[in-house]
């Protein structure tokens, strides 16, 4: 069965590290979404990707958050520094292109911890 | 950012009864999809509804789509231990849109 990637699946870091998290889609999908969940929350939205182009990053803290798609498969999310509060788990959906539905499949997460 | 309202936070209940939950929401949505999470694992798409008042199963599961469509319900049947985790409703204004989540219901079953 088609899965969404993630790696790493845990990740330490120090604050005022940098630090990277990559995903891959399901084949096929067009969409690709990041989002962050803190524990005890919901997920929330950080970017939105359609092929290699951001259509929502509109919650991504960009002084320090990056992402990128440059293929428009795969994808890399960046902190750079990571402070304390970026202790989260960082998930990746995909979705079918065009898709009227909305169906996201989610990837097993990156959970990191900022000391 | 938005979060949905799920009810209840939390569920202890006895392995074979019936589960109910819901998810309300002060906007509009399109779409409504539940997911189930386990420990340090992704969400995982239990249901999807597409219209209003739309009835959905998928084994053991029931879901709902309100008349309002600022709500929706989520029945489990016959509860097995397998049922334990973290249940997240999310809701969706149409096409492609990022996902608005609620905070879960966590439910724990006691065999």
């Known amino acids: 069965e088609a899965e969404v990637a993630q790696s790493p699946r845990y990740k330490i870091t120090e604050k005022s590290q940098a630090v990277a998290f990559w995903c891959d889609p399901i084949?096929?999908?067009?969409?690709l979404y990041w989002y962050r969940q803190i524990l005890g929350q919901g997920p929330e939205l950080l970017v939105q990707f359609q092929d290699e182009s951001v259509v929502d990053d509109s919650q991504l803290p960009k002084d320090r958050f990056s992402a990128e798609r440059l293929k428009g498969v795969d994808s890399t999310l960046k902190i750079q520094p990571a402070e304390l509060g970026d202790s989260a788990m960082y998930l990746c959906?995909?979705?079918?292109?065009?898709?009227?539905?909305?169906?996201?499949?989610f990837g097993p997460g990156t959970r990191l911890t900022v000391l | 950012g938005q979060q949905l309202n799920q009810s209840p936070q939390s569920m202890f209940i006895q392995e074979g009864e019936d589960v109910s939950m819901n998810c309300t929401s002060s906007s509009i949505f399109n779409t409504w999809l539940w997911y189930k999470q386990d420990p340090g694992e992704g969400p995982v798409l239990l249901i999807a509804?597409?219209?209003?008042?739309e009835l959905t199963s998928n084994g053991r599961l029931t879901a709902q789509f309100g008349i309002t469509r600022k709500d929706s319900f989520l029945n489990i049947s016959a509860s097995i231990p397998s049922d334990v985790g973290i249940y997240f409703c999310a809701g969706s204004w149409g096409g492609a849109d990022g996902l608005t989540f609620g905070k879960g219901t966590h439910l724990i079953i006691q065999p």
């Open positions: 084949s096929g999908h067009a969409t």
């Open positions: 509804l597409y219209k209003a008042g």
């Open positions: 959906a995909s979705s079918f292109r065009d898709s009227s539905y909305n169906e996201q499949f």
